[in-house]
């Protein structure tokens, strides 16, 4: 998670549908959480955008050329993180999208305080997506691995995951969890998914049994103040 995220992130609008564009543009204008520094069509020059300083640029997907369109900017603004709007949970668009370097994801049936949580968690380094295309993406990282998602090999949790499940045998929500990591409760919610089909078990109690057994990656070696900035009895009281 990036430590110098803007906590009024500047925004920059890019779709051909001028409908949709200024529509956008209207509605986060008063979100005060954001910032809208422009907007334009998917051929507007990547020098003008970057000469507003973005810190992330919301492109419409739904037409042809989206994508395209960030193939083109992101060389002259690699730092700026993109937010895909309209994007189906189909594989294709999906992998689509995590191939070009997105950094989130916003459905078709996304509304306005979705494009601004996507948002949010972008320029801090996170993602929030739905169940579905959180596995999707786990799919084509273990592609590229050369391995199957299902693979039991629980060493595979990240370091934010193992985290997670320390907690989850504290018996803490996901919303305790969130404060306890300063995190989004959507993006715990999509770890403890990725826990869930990874670990081979369908309810968080069943996550808790597997570390008790010690059968989650050497978890049971470590006291949760260990791998915790916080004691473990603040975390359990978050």
């Not at 069509?41 to 919301?58: K, N, T, V």
């Not at 050329?65 to 189906?88: P, T």
């Not at 596995?135 to 193992?162: C, F, H, W």
Request: hydrophobic share 45%; proline share 5%; with cysteine.
């Amino acid at each position: 998670m990036s430590q110098n995220a803007p906590s009024r992130p500047r925004v920059f609008v890019l779709s051909d549908i001028r409908l949709l564009r200024e529509g956008l543009v209207s509605a986060l204008s008063l979100q005060p959480s954001v910032l809208v520094v422009g907007s334009s069509g998917l051929s507007e020059p990547p020098r003008q955008i970057a000469d507003l300083l973005p810190d992330a640029l919301l492109i419409d997907i739904t037409v042809p050329g989206g994508l395209d369109a960030w193939q083109l900017i992101r060389g002259s603004m690699s730092e700026v993180k993109v937010v895909a709007l309209g994007v189906a949970e189909i594989e294709q668009a999906v992998m689509a999208c995590a191939r070009a370097g997105v950094s989130g994801f916003v459905a078709p049936n996304g509304s306005i305080n979705d494009v601004v949580a996507a948002v949010h968690s972008a320029v801090r380094g996170e993602l929030v997506c739905s169940p579905r295309t959180a596995a999707m993406l786990l799919n084509l990282v273990s592609a590229l691995n050369g391995r199957p998602s299902a693979d039991p090999d629980k060493s595979m949790l990240t370091q934010r995951e193992q985290e997670i499940v320390l907690l989850l045998n504290e018996g803490l929500s996901n919303k305790q969890i969130a404060r306890s990591l300063n995190i989004q409760s959507a993006t715990v919610k999509n770890h403890v998914h990725s826990i869930l089909s990874k670990l081979r078990v369908s309810r968080r109690g069943e996550v808790a049994a597997q570390l008790r057994r010690g059968r989650v990656g050497g978890l049971e070696n470590f006291a949760l103040s260990e791998l915790l900035a916080v004691p473990a009895a603040a975390a359990a009281s978050a």
